[in-house]
Protein backbone atom coordinates (compact mmCIF):
# COMPACT_ATOMS: atom_id res chain seq x y z
CA UNK A 1 0.00 0.00 0.00
CA UNK A 2 1.61 3.31 -1.14
CA UNK A 3 1.28 6.17 1.40
CA UNK A 4 -0.41 9.48 0.87
CA UNK A 5 0.45 11.23 -2.37
CA UNK A 6 2.67 14.84 -2.40
CA UNK A 7 0.13 18.07 -3.26
CA UNK A 8 2.33 18.41 -6.19
CA UNK A 9 0.68 15.28 -8.27
CA UNK A 10 -2.33 16.90 -7.20
CA UNK A 11 -4.29 18.02 -10.74
CA UNK A 12 -7.35 20.28 -10.38
CA UNK A 13 -9.93 18.90 -13.35
CA UNK A 14 -12.25 21.80 -13.86
CA UNK A 15 -15.27 20.17 -13.57
CA UNK A 16 -14.60 19.82 -10.34
CA UNK A 17 -14.92 23.31 -9.59
CA UNK A 18 -18.00 23.95 -12.52
CA UNK A 19 -18.84 26.88 -10.43
CA UNK A 20 -15.50 28.82 -11.75
CA UNK A 21 -14.52 30.33 -14.87
CA UNK A 22 -10.73 29.45 -16.16
CA UNK A 23 -9.70 32.58 -14.62
CA UNK A 24 -11.22 31.87 -11.60
CA UNK A 25 -9.70 28.35 -11.87
CA UNK A 26 -5.99 29.95 -12.46
CA UNK A 27 -6.21 32.20 -9.80
CA UNK A 28 -7.89 29.42 -6.94
CA UNK A 29 -5.31 27.14 -8.10
CA UNK A 30 -2.56 29.50 -7.10
CA UNK A 31 -4.18 30.50 -4.01
CA UNK A 32 -4.14 26.81 -2.79
CA UNK A 33 -0.98 25.94 -4.20
CA UNK A 34 -2.41 23.58 -6.86
CA UNK A 35 0.03 23.63 -9.62
CA UNK A 36 -2.17 21.79 -12.35
CA UNK A 37 -5.23 22.04 -13.64
CA UNK A 38 -7.03 20.00 -16.11
CA UNK A 39 -9.17 22.11 -18.28
CA UNK A 40 -12.12 21.52 -20.22
CA UNK A 41 -12.95 22.87 -23.80
CA UNK A 42 -16.12 24.63 -23.48
CA UNK A 43 -14.72 26.87 -20.25
CA UNK A 44 -11.60 27.22 -22.88
CA UNK A 45 -13.92 28.87 -25.47
CA UNK A 46 -15.72 31.44 -23.20
CA UNK A 47 -12.33 32.98 -22.81
CA UNK A 48 -10.76 32.38 -25.72
CA UNK A 49 -8.08 29.71 -26.50
CA UNK A 50 -4.84 32.50 -26.77
CA UNK A 51 -6.06 34.12 -23.94
CA UNK A 52 -6.65 30.68 -21.78
CA UNK A 53 -2.69 29.71 -22.63
CA UNK A 54 -1.81 32.74 -21.20
CA UNK A 55 -3.73 32.40 -17.95
CA UNK A 56 -1.88 29.24 -17.58
CA UNK A 57 1.33 30.02 -18.57
CA UNK A 58 1.33 33.32 -16.46
CA UNK A 59 0.44 31.76 -12.85
CA UNK A 60 3.17 29.07 -13.90
CA UNK A 61 0.31 26.30 -13.86
CA UNK A 62 0.84 22.81 -15.62
CA UNK A 63 -1.95 21.25 -17.81
CA UNK A 64 -2.22 17.39 -16.89
CA UNK A 65 -4.75 17.13 -19.97
CA UNK A 66 -7.48 18.55 -21.92
CA UNK A 67 -10.57 17.14 -21.58
CA UNK A 68 -12.01 16.08 -24.35
CA UNK A 69 -12.09 14.59 -27.93
CA UNK A 70 -13.91 11.37 -28.78
CA UNK A 71 -17.92 10.65 -29.48
CA UNK A 72 -16.79 9.07 -32.38
CA UNK A 73 -20.21 6.87 -33.21
CA UNK A 74 -21.99 9.15 -35.80
CA UNK A 75 -25.26 8.99 -37.52
CA UNK A 76 -23.86 9.62 -41.22
CA UNK A 77 -20.84 10.51 -42.95
CA UNK A 78 -21.79 14.25 -42.74
CA UNK A 79 -21.76 14.25 -38.77
CA UNK A 80 -18.90 11.56 -38.88
CA UNK A 81 -16.72 14.34 -41.08
CA UNK A 82 -18.04 17.27 -38.15
CA UNK A 83 -16.90 14.64 -35.31
CA UNK A 84 -13.56 14.30 -37.22
CA UNK A 85 -13.07 17.97 -38.05
CA UNK A 86 -13.32 18.58 -33.84
CA UNK A 87 -11.48 16.15 -32.77
CA UNK A 88 -8.68 17.76 -34.66
CA UNK A 89 -9.42 20.83 -33.14
CA UNK A 90 -8.95 19.20 -30.11
CA UNK A 91 -5.75 18.18 -30.76
CA UNK A 92 -4.58 21.34 -31.71
CA UNK A 93 -6.29 22.98 -28.75
CA UNK A 94 -4.40 20.26 -26.46
CA UNK A 95 -1.07 21.36 -27.93
CA UNK A 96 -1.48 24.94 -27.73
CA UNK A 97 -2.62 24.79 -24.25
CA UNK A 98 0.84 23.15 -23.70
CA UNK A 99 -0.53 19.79 -22.68
CA UNK A 100 -0.16 16.16 -24.61
CA UNK A 101 -2.71 14.29 -23.24
CA UNK A 102 -6.01 14.73 -24.81
CA UNK A 103 -8.22 12.79 -22.69
CA UNK A 104 -11.12 10.36 -25.60
CA UNK A 105 -14.89 9.93 -24.50
CA UNK A 106 -15.77 7.60 -27.36
CA UNK A 107 -19.12 8.33 -27.75
CA UNK A 108 -22.58 5.92 -27.65
CA UNK A 109 -24.05 3.94 -29.66
CA UNK A 110 -26.00 4.94 -32.91
CA UNK A 111 -29.16 3.35 -32.50
CA UNK A 112 -29.03 -0.09 -30.57
CA UNK A 113 -25.76 -1.03 -32.96
CA UNK A 114 -23.34 -1.66 -30.30
CA UNK A 115 -20.96 -3.74 -32.16
CA UNK A 116 -20.99 -0.82 -34.70
CA UNK A 117 -20.00 1.93 -32.12
CA UNK A 118 -17.23 0.23 -31.42
CA UNK A 119 -15.79 -0.52 -34.75
CA UNK A 120 -16.43 2.99 -35.18
CA UNK A 121 -14.78 4.46 -32.45
CA UNK A 122 -11.53 2.19 -33.57
CA UNK A 123 -11.86 3.73 -36.90
CA UNK A 124 -12.11 6.96 -35.34
CA UNK A 125 -9.16 6.86 -33.41
CA UNK A 126 -7.27 5.62 -36.26
CA UNK A 127 -7.76 8.02 -38.21
CA UNK A 128 -7.39 11.25 -35.58
CA UNK A 129 -4.10 9.27 -34.67
CA UNK A 130 -1.57 10.79 -37.16
CA UNK A 131 -2.89 14.22 -36.63
CA UNK A 132 -1.67 13.91 -32.73
CA UNK A 133 1.64 12.59 -33.27
CA UNK A 134 2.15 15.43 -35.65
CA UNK A 135 1.07 17.81 -32.22
CA UNK A 136 2.89 16.01 -29.90
CA UNK A 137 -0.11 14.83 -28.13
CA UNK A 138 -0.94 11.34 -26.95
CA UNK A 139 -4.62 10.45 -27.55
CA UNK A 140 -5.79 8.95 -23.85
CA UNK A 141 -8.81 6.19 -24.27
CA UNK A 142 -10.82 6.71 -21.36
CA UNK A 143 -12.90 3.93 -20.61
CA UNK A 144 -16.22 4.96 -19.25
CA UNK A 145 -18.75 3.58 -16.71
CA UNK A 146 -21.29 1.19 -18.13
CA UNK A 147 -23.79 2.98 -16.88
CA UNK A 148 -23.08 6.14 -19.66
CA UNK A 149 -22.95 3.70 -22.53
CA UNK A 150 -26.50 5.07 -23.29
CA UNK A 151 -25.05 9.36 -23.50
CA UNK A 152 -21.07 8.95 -23.43
CA UNK A 153 -19.42 5.93 -24.89
CA UNK A 154 -19.23 2.31 -26.37
CA UNK A 155 -15.86 1.27 -24.37
CA UNK A 156 -17.01 0.81 -20.94
CA UNK A 157 -14.17 -1.82 -19.68
CA UNK A 158 -10.51 -0.56 -19.15
CA UNK A 159 -9.67 -4.45 -20.78
CA UNK A 160 -11.61 -2.69 -24.07
CA UNK A 161 -9.45 0.52 -23.83
CA UNK A 162 -5.93 -1.40 -23.54
CA UNK A 163 -7.22 -3.89 -26.76
CA UNK A 164 -7.21 -0.68 -28.16
CA UNK A 165 -4.62 1.09 -27.64
CA UNK A 166 -2.38 -1.75 -28.14
CA UNK A 167 -3.92 -1.77 -31.40
CA UNK A 168 -3.81 1.66 -32.13
CA UNK A 169 -0.91 2.67 -30.26
CA UNK A 170 -2.14 5.06 -28.48
CA UNK A 171 -2.96 5.88 -24.64
CA UNK A 172 -5.20 5.33 -21.72
CA UNK A 173 -6.69 7.10 -18.93
CA UNK A 174 -7.58 5.37 -16.05
CA UNK A 175 -10.65 6.91 -14.22
CA UNK A 176 -10.88 5.03 -10.78
CA UNK A 177 -15.01 5.89 -10.84
CA UNK A 178 -15.14 4.46 -14.08
CA UNK A 179 -13.09 1.10 -13.57
CA UNK A 180 -13.15 0.19 -9.83
CA UNK A 181 -16.12 -2.13 -9.98
CA UNK A 182 -14.40 -4.76 -12.78
CA UNK A 183 -12.85 -7.81 -11.31
CA UNK A 184 -10.35 -7.44 -14.35
CA UNK A 185 -9.12 -4.53 -13.01
CA UNK A 186 -5.50 -5.89 -11.60
CA UNK A 187 -4.78 -7.65 -14.11
CA UNK A 188 -5.58 -4.98 -16.84
CA UNK A 189 -3.46 -2.38 -15.03
CA UNK A 190 -0.86 -4.89 -15.17
CA UNK A 191 -1.73 -4.90 -19.07
CA UNK A 192 -1.70 -1.16 -19.47
CA UNK A 193 1.78 -0.97 -18.68
CA UNK A 194 3.49 1.80 -20.37
CA UNK A 195 0.49 3.29 -21.68
CA UNK A 196 -1.54 5.39 -18.59
CA UNK A 197 -1.46 8.88 -20.03
CA UNK A 198 -3.74 9.61 -16.69
CA UNK A 199 -5.14 8.64 -13.47
CA UNK A 200 -8.23 10.05 -12.35
CA UNK A 201 -10.01 9.86 -8.62
CA UNK A 202 -13.39 10.48 -7.45
CA UNK A 203 -15.57 8.14 -5.29
CA UNK A 204 -18.52 5.77 -5.11
CA UNK A 205 -21.84 7.57 -3.02
CA UNK A 206 -24.05 4.85 -1.79
CA UNK A 207 -26.60 5.42 -2.90
CA UNK A 208 -25.63 7.02 -5.60
CA UNK A 209 -28.09 10.30 -6.55
CA UNK A 210 -27.69 10.67 -10.86
CA UNK A 211 -25.98 8.54 -13.10
CA UNK A 212 -23.80 11.70 -14.43
CA UNK A 213 -23.76 13.95 -12.04
CA UNK A 214 -23.23 12.02 -8.67
CA UNK A 215 -19.51 11.43 -8.13
CA UNK A 216 -18.20 11.62 -4.84
CA UNK A 217 -15.59 13.77 -3.04
CA UNK A 218 -12.87 11.20 -2.39
CA UNK A 219 -13.64 9.44 0.71
CA UNK A 220 -17.27 10.15 0.81
CA UNK A 221 -17.75 6.61 -0.87
CA UNK A 222 -16.55 3.33 -0.82
CA UNK A 223 -13.67 2.92 -3.66
CA UNK A 224 -10.63 1.96 -2.06
CA UNK A 225 -8.70 4.73 -3.50
CA UNK A 226 -5.20 3.78 -2.45
CA UNK A 227 -5.24 -0.05 -3.52
CA UNK A 228 -5.84 1.44 -7.48
CA UNK A 229 -3.38 4.28 -6.74
CA UNK A 230 -0.76 1.30 -5.80
CA UNK A 231 -2.07 -0.65 -8.97
CA UNK A 232 -1.86 2.21 -11.69
CA UNK A 233 1.51 3.25 -10.18
CA UNK A 234 2.99 -0.65 -10.03
CA UNK A 235 1.90 -0.12 -13.73
CA UNK A 236 4.63 2.68 -14.28
CA UNK A 237 2.53 5.67 -13.92
CA UNK A 238 3.85 8.28 -11.53
CA UNK A 239 2.01 11.15 -13.68
CA UNK A 240 -0.38 13.57 -12.07
CA UNK A 241 -3.39 12.31 -10.18
CA UNK A 242 -6.32 14.31 -11.62
CA UNK A 243 -9.50 15.07 -9.30
CA UNK A 244 -12.60 14.71 -11.22
CA UNK A 245 -15.68 15.12 -8.75
CA UNK A 246 -18.74 15.55 -10.90
CA UNK A 247 -21.18 16.14 -8.62
CA UNK A 248 -24.25 19.26 -8.22
CA UNK A 249 -23.93 19.79 -4.55
CA UNK A 250 -20.07 20.72 -4.57
CA UNK A 251 -20.76 22.79 -7.10
CA UNK A 252 -23.25 25.47 -4.43
CA UNK A 253 -20.39 25.36 -1.95
CA UNK A 254 -17.33 28.85 -2.65
CA UNK A 255 -14.88 27.69 -4.91
CA UNK A 256 -12.32 28.40 -2.48
CA UNK A 257 -13.87 25.97 0.25
CA UNK A 258 -14.07 22.94 -2.28
CA UNK A 259 -10.64 23.50 -3.65
CA UNK A 260 -9.77 23.45 0.15
CA UNK A 261 -11.90 19.68 0.68
CA UNK A 262 -9.85 18.38 -2.41
CA UNK A 263 -6.57 18.95 -1.18
CA UNK A 264 -7.44 17.68 2.20
CA UNK A 265 -9.05 14.62 1.07
CA UNK A 266 -6.73 14.30 -1.48
CA UNK A 267 -4.14 14.11 1.48
CA UNK A 268 -5.97 11.72 3.31
CA UNK A 269 -7.44 8.69 1.01
CA UNK A 270 -5.80 9.17 -2.36
CA UNK B 1 -31.10 -13.86 -35.82
CA UNK B 2 -33.68 -15.93 -34.23
CA UNK B 3 -37.42 -15.40 -35.48
CA UNK B 4 -39.70 -14.21 -32.39
CA UNK B 5 -40.09 -16.59 -29.67
CA UNK B 6 -43.68 -18.39 -28.52
CA UNK B 7 -45.34 -16.88 -26.08
CA UNK B 8 -45.10 -19.48 -24.03
CA UNK B 9 -41.60 -18.72 -23.51
CA UNK B 10 -42.33 -15.70 -21.62
CA UNK B 11 -42.43 -15.94 -17.74
CA UNK B 12 -43.84 -12.85 -16.33
CA UNK B 13 -41.35 -11.76 -13.30
CA UNK B 14 -43.45 -10.32 -10.33
CA UNK B 15 -41.72 -7.03 -10.33
CA UNK B 16 -43.02 -6.13 -13.78
CA UNK B 17 -46.15 -5.74 -12.52
CA UNK B 18 -45.41 -4.86 -9.03
CA UNK B 19 -48.61 -3.13 -8.57
CA UNK B 20 -50.15 -6.45 -8.14
CA UNK B 21 -50.56 -9.25 -5.03
CA UNK B 22 -49.65 -12.50 -5.81
CA UNK B 23 -53.06 -13.53 -6.34
CA UNK B 24 -53.54 -10.55 -8.94
CA UNK B 25 -50.81 -11.80 -10.39
CA UNK B 26 -51.77 -14.97 -11.13
CA UNK B 27 -55.63 -14.29 -12.01
CA UNK B 28 -54.11 -11.70 -14.69
CA UNK B 29 -51.53 -14.25 -16.02
CA UNK B 30 -54.69 -16.83 -16.62
CA UNK B 31 -56.73 -13.79 -18.04
CA UNK B 32 -53.94 -12.98 -20.49
CA UNK B 33 -52.95 -16.20 -21.42
CA UNK B 34 -49.68 -16.03 -19.29
CA UNK B 35 -48.29 -19.89 -18.64
CA UNK B 36 -45.34 -19.41 -16.29
CA UNK B 37 -44.73 -16.92 -13.50
CA UNK B 38 -41.23 -15.56 -11.12
CA UNK B 39 -42.51 -14.62 -7.95
CA UNK B 40 -40.76 -13.10 -5.27
CA UNK B 41 -40.14 -13.96 -2.00
CA UNK B 42 -41.50 -11.03 -0.54
CA UNK B 43 -45.09 -11.51 -2.03
CA UNK B 44 -44.92 -15.00 -1.31
CA UNK B 45 -44.93 -14.29 1.89
CA UNK B 46 -48.22 -11.78 1.82
CA UNK B 47 -50.16 -14.35 1.41
CA UNK B 48 -48.23 -17.62 3.02
CA UNK B 49 -46.15 -20.35 1.11
CA UNK B 50 -48.66 -22.98 1.56
CA UNK B 51 -51.61 -20.93 -0.14
CA UNK B 52 -49.24 -19.22 -2.52
CA UNK B 53 -48.23 -22.39 -3.88
CA UNK B 54 -51.89 -23.67 -4.13
CA UNK B 55 -53.09 -20.96 -6.02
CA UNK B 56 -50.00 -21.01 -8.78
CA UNK B 57 -50.68 -24.92 -9.02
CA UNK B 58 -54.60 -24.42 -9.19
CA UNK B 59 -54.48 -21.82 -11.85
CA UNK B 60 -51.65 -24.26 -14.13
CA UNK B 61 -49.10 -21.67 -13.90
CA UNK B 62 -45.08 -23.21 -13.69
CA UNK B 63 -42.68 -21.28 -12.05
CA UNK B 64 -39.50 -19.72 -13.58
CA UNK B 65 -37.52 -19.27 -10.53
CA UNK B 66 -37.65 -17.90 -7.34
CA UNK B 67 -36.53 -13.98 -6.55
CA UNK B 68 -34.15 -14.22 -4.59
CA UNK B 69 -31.57 -15.66 -2.31
CA UNK B 70 -27.52 -14.19 -2.10
CA UNK B 71 -26.76 -10.77 -0.04
CA UNK B 72 -23.75 -12.33 1.38
CA UNK B 73 -21.48 -10.42 2.38
CA UNK B 74 -22.08 -10.07 6.15
CA UNK B 75 -20.75 -7.03 8.84
CA UNK B 76 -20.11 -9.70 11.27
CA UNK B 77 -20.52 -13.46 12.14
CA UNK B 78 -24.10 -12.95 13.26
CA UNK B 79 -25.24 -11.61 10.33
CA UNK B 80 -24.06 -14.10 8.48
CA UNK B 81 -26.11 -16.80 10.45
CA UNK B 82 -29.11 -14.91 9.76
CA UNK B 83 -28.27 -14.55 6.05
CA UNK B 84 -27.34 -18.33 5.77
CA UNK B 85 -30.65 -18.78 7.45
CA UNK B 86 -32.59 -16.94 5.39
CA UNK B 87 -30.79 -18.32 1.87
CA UNK B 88 -31.83 -21.92 3.34
CA UNK B 89 -35.17 -21.32 3.98
CA UNK B 90 -35.37 -19.72 0.17
CA UNK B 91 -33.62 -22.81 -0.96
CA UNK B 92 -36.90 -24.64 0.77
CA UNK B 93 -39.65 -21.97 -0.75
CA UNK B 94 -38.21 -22.55 -4.08
CA UNK B 95 -38.72 -26.26 -3.45
CA UNK B 96 -42.30 -25.29 -2.43
CA UNK B 97 -43.23 -23.48 -4.86
CA UNK B 98 -42.49 -26.03 -7.55
CA UNK B 99 -39.47 -24.13 -8.95
CA UNK B 100 -35.86 -25.83 -9.22
CA UNK B 101 -34.24 -22.06 -9.39
CA UNK B 102 -33.35 -20.05 -6.88
CA UNK B 103 -31.61 -16.57 -8.36
CA UNK B 104 -28.97 -15.27 -6.12
CA UNK B 105 -28.43 -11.76 -5.60
CA UNK B 106 -24.93 -11.99 -4.57
CA UNK B 107 -24.26 -8.49 -2.03
CA UNK B 108 -22.78 -5.83 -1.86
CA UNK B 109 -19.45 -5.06 -0.14
CA UNK B 110 -19.32 -4.48 3.09
CA UNK B 111 -17.38 -0.52 3.48
CA UNK B 112 -14.48 -0.73 0.85
CA UNK B 113 -13.70 -3.94 1.02
CA UNK B 114 -14.38 -5.48 -2.33
CA UNK B 115 -12.33 -8.96 -2.66
CA UNK B 116 -13.29 -9.51 0.86
CA UNK B 117 -17.02 -9.29 -0.64
CA UNK B 118 -16.10 -11.59 -3.31
CA UNK B 119 -14.52 -14.10 -1.51
CA UNK B 120 -18.04 -13.93 1.20
CA UNK B 121 -20.02 -14.44 -1.81
CA UNK B 122 -17.63 -18.11 -3.19
CA UNK B 123 -17.58 -18.92 0.55
CA UNK B 124 -21.55 -18.31 1.13
CA UNK B 125 -22.39 -20.37 -2.28
CA UNK B 126 -20.31 -23.21 -1.12
CA UNK B 127 -22.05 -23.20 2.29
CA UNK B 128 -25.54 -22.98 0.50
CA UNK B 129 -24.74 -25.82 -2.28
CA UNK B 130 -25.19 -29.16 -0.76
CA UNK B 131 -28.71 -27.27 0.71
CA UNK B 132 -29.98 -26.80 -2.63
CA UNK B 133 -28.97 -30.45 -4.15
CA UNK B 134 -30.70 -31.77 -1.16
CA UNK B 135 -34.11 -30.01 -2.35
CA UNK B 136 -33.56 -30.44 -6.26
CA UNK B 137 -32.76 -26.51 -6.41
CA UNK B 138 -30.33 -24.99 -8.73
CA UNK B 139 -28.61 -21.95 -7.18
CA UNK B 140 -28.44 -19.40 -10.44
CA UNK B 141 -25.86 -16.90 -9.84
CA UNK B 142 -26.97 -13.37 -11.14
CA UNK B 143 -24.44 -10.40 -12.19
CA UNK B 144 -25.70 -7.11 -12.07
CA UNK B 145 -25.14 -4.29 -13.55
CA UNK B 146 -21.94 -2.53 -11.96
CA UNK B 147 -24.21 0.72 -10.92
CA UNK B 148 -25.67 -1.72 -8.88
CA UNK B 149 -22.40 -2.79 -6.50
CA UNK B 150 -22.96 -0.27 -3.74
CA UNK B 151 -26.25 -1.62 -2.89
CA UNK B 152 -27.30 -5.14 -4.42
CA UNK B 153 -23.57 -7.34 -5.85
CA UNK B 154 -20.21 -7.52 -5.71
CA UNK B 155 -20.80 -9.70 -8.87
CA UNK B 156 -21.14 -7.79 -11.81
CA UNK B 157 -19.93 -9.17 -14.93
CA UNK B 158 -20.80 -12.44 -16.44
CA UNK B 159 -17.26 -13.66 -16.55
CA UNK B 160 -17.19 -13.55 -12.73
CA UNK B 161 -20.85 -15.40 -12.33
CA UNK B 162 -19.37 -17.95 -15.16
CA UNK B 163 -16.21 -18.26 -13.05
CA UNK B 164 -17.91 -19.28 -9.94
CA UNK B 165 -20.04 -21.19 -11.39
CA UNK B 166 -17.94 -23.51 -12.85
CA UNK B 167 -16.04 -23.65 -9.74
CA UNK B 168 -18.81 -23.97 -7.14
CA UNK B 169 -21.13 -26.35 -10.05
CA UNK B 170 -23.59 -23.81 -9.65
CA UNK B 171 -25.91 -22.36 -12.97
CA UNK B 172 -25.63 -18.53 -13.86
CA UNK B 173 -28.64 -16.39 -14.76
CA UNK B 174 -28.41 -13.79 -17.56
CA UNK B 175 -30.40 -10.99 -17.42
CA UNK B 176 -29.72 -9.03 -20.57
CA UNK B 177 -30.06 -5.31 -18.54
CA UNK B 178 -26.99 -6.07 -16.80
CA UNK B 179 -25.02 -8.02 -19.20
CA UNK B 180 -25.49 -6.01 -22.37
CA UNK B 181 -23.08 -3.40 -22.53
CA UNK B 182 -19.86 -6.18 -21.98
CA UNK B 183 -17.54 -6.44 -24.64
CA UNK B 184 -16.81 -10.01 -23.17
CA UNK B 185 -20.47 -11.11 -23.67
CA UNK B 186 -20.10 -13.20 -26.80
CA UNK B 187 -17.38 -15.05 -24.98
CA UNK B 188 -18.91 -15.18 -21.25
CA UNK B 189 -21.90 -16.41 -22.74
CA UNK B 190 -19.91 -19.28 -24.96
CA UNK B 191 -18.36 -20.20 -21.78
CA UNK B 192 -21.82 -20.38 -19.52
CA UNK B 193 -22.86 -23.28 -21.67
CA UNK B 194 -24.69 -25.99 -20.42
CA UNK B 195 -25.02 -23.40 -16.90
CA UNK B 196 -27.48 -20.92 -17.95
CA UNK B 197 -30.61 -21.59 -15.95
CA UNK B 198 -32.26 -18.43 -16.55
CA UNK B 199 -32.95 -15.52 -18.71
CA UNK B 200 -34.24 -11.87 -18.44
CA UNK B 201 -35.31 -9.35 -20.13
CA UNK B 202 -35.78 -5.25 -20.50
CA UNK B 203 -34.07 -2.27 -21.94
CA UNK B 204 -32.25 -0.13 -21.06
CA UNK B 205 -33.70 3.35 -21.55
CA UNK B 206 -31.51 6.67 -22.37
CA UNK B 207 -31.31 8.54 -20.28
CA UNK B 208 -32.06 6.33 -17.48
CA UNK B 209 -34.26 8.06 -14.75
CA UNK B 210 -32.93 5.69 -12.02
CA UNK B 211 -30.43 3.85 -11.05
CA UNK B 212 -32.84 1.18 -9.68
CA UNK B 213 -36.13 1.47 -10.88
CA UNK B 214 -35.21 2.89 -14.21
CA UNK B 215 -35.65 0.21 -16.67
CA UNK B 216 -37.71 0.39 -19.76
CA UNK B 217 -40.14 -2.34 -21.84
CA UNK B 218 -38.63 -4.02 -23.65
CA UNK B 219 -38.28 -1.98 -27.72
CA UNK B 220 -38.12 0.95 -25.43
CA UNK B 221 -34.41 1.47 -25.10
CA UNK B 222 -30.98 0.21 -26.64
CA UNK B 223 -30.54 -3.15 -26.24
CA UNK B 224 -30.14 -5.49 -28.88
CA UNK B 225 -32.47 -8.38 -27.17
CA UNK B 226 -32.85 -10.63 -30.11
CA UNK B 227 -29.25 -10.65 -31.03
CA UNK B 228 -28.72 -11.59 -26.97
CA UNK B 229 -31.33 -14.41 -26.90
CA UNK B 230 -29.41 -15.63 -29.88
CA UNK B 231 -26.09 -15.46 -28.14
CA UNK B 232 -28.47 -17.67 -25.00
CA UNK B 233 -29.93 -19.98 -27.55
CA UNK B 234 -26.49 -21.01 -28.67
CA UNK B 235 -25.12 -21.49 -25.46
CA UNK B 236 -27.95 -24.71 -25.06
CA UNK B 237 -30.54 -22.59 -22.96
CA UNK B 238 -33.64 -22.79 -24.84
CA UNK B 239 -36.09 -22.48 -21.40
CA UNK B 240 -38.28 -19.63 -19.87
CA UNK B 241 -37.44 -15.71 -21.08
CA UNK B 242 -38.53 -13.85 -18.06
CA UNK B 243 -39.41 -10.18 -18.57
CA UNK B 244 -38.15 -8.29 -15.29
CA UNK B 245 -38.93 -4.60 -15.62
CA UNK B 246 -38.71 -3.00 -12.73
CA UNK B 247 -39.96 0.85 -13.63
CA UNK B 248 -41.91 2.56 -11.12
CA UNK B 249 -44.09 4.72 -14.33
CA UNK B 250 -45.35 1.22 -15.43
CA UNK B 251 -46.71 0.35 -12.31
CA UNK B 252 -48.73 3.15 -12.45
CA UNK B 253 -50.39 1.18 -15.35
CA UNK B 254 -53.50 -0.91 -14.69
CA UNK B 255 -51.93 -4.81 -14.80
CA UNK B 256 -53.95 -6.41 -17.28
CA UNK B 257 -52.51 -3.20 -19.46
CA UNK B 258 -49.02 -3.79 -18.56
CA UNK B 259 -49.72 -7.38 -19.42
CA UNK B 260 -51.11 -6.77 -22.90
CA UNK B 261 -48.01 -4.57 -23.86
CA UNK B 262 -45.36 -7.05 -22.07
CA UNK B 263 -46.85 -10.02 -24.00
CA UNK B 264 -46.99 -7.73 -27.44
CA UNK B 265 -43.11 -6.49 -26.96
CA UNK B 266 -41.98 -9.84 -25.94
CA UNK B 267 -42.98 -10.91 -29.28
CA UNK B 268 -41.97 -8.17 -30.88
CA UNK B 269 -38.33 -7.57 -29.44
CA UNK B 270 -37.32 -10.70 -27.74
Not at 116 to 145: K, N, Q, S
Amino acid sequence: MSGAPPLQRLSLNQITVDQWTLPELVDGCARAGVTTIAPWREKVAEVGLERAGRLIADAGLSVSSLCRGGFFPAAGERERRRAEDDNRRAVEEAASLGTDVLVLVCGAPVGRDLPGARAAIAAGIERLAPHAADHGVRLGIEPLHPMMIGERSAIVTLGEAVDLALRLDAGVVVDAYHVWWDPALERELARAAGRIVGFHVSDWLVPTPDLLQGRGMMGDGIIDLRRIRGLVEAAGYDGPIEVEVINRDLWRMPGDDLVALTCERFAACC
